[in-house]
């Protein structure tokens, strides 16, 4: 007996990280649009848009909130933090109050 691996074992295990890697990267595009759209919005403050970056960030909380809400817990991923209720009323609280803020304080001159 020798302690080299299988060739054959070899040539297999990359076949199906990639696959299972796959799978997984595709089930976490809720979480992944709603960190590109906060990151959008980030740039957006960076670059002296600063209404319009609150607005998309306020937008992406709010989609995360969506998301949450209409998907069934399998599907959300990485999106679900508590249950379904909490969730929502978290994101939502957090979406209103963004947005209520965002046009409420005056614009940096």
Do not use: Y
Request: glycine share 10%; net charge positive; charged share 15%.
């Amino acid at each position: 007996m020798t302690d080299e691996p299988d060739e054959r074992l070899a040539q297999v295990r990359p076949i199906r990280q990639t696959r299972q890697w796959g799978r997984v990267s595709f089930a976490q595009w809720p979480i992944s649009v709603v960190l590109f759209g906060m990151g959008v919005a980030l740039v957006m403050i960076g670059t002296d848009h600063f209404r319009r970056g609150s607005i998309v960030l306020s937008a992406s909380v709010l989609l995360a909130m969506f998301l949450r809400l209409m998907m069934p817990n399998g599907d959300v991923g990485m999106l679900a933090v508590r249950s379904r209720r909490t969730d929502v009323m978290v994101l939502g609280a957090l979406g209103i109050g963004l947005t209520i803020f965002t046009f409420w304080v005056p614009a940096p001159n």
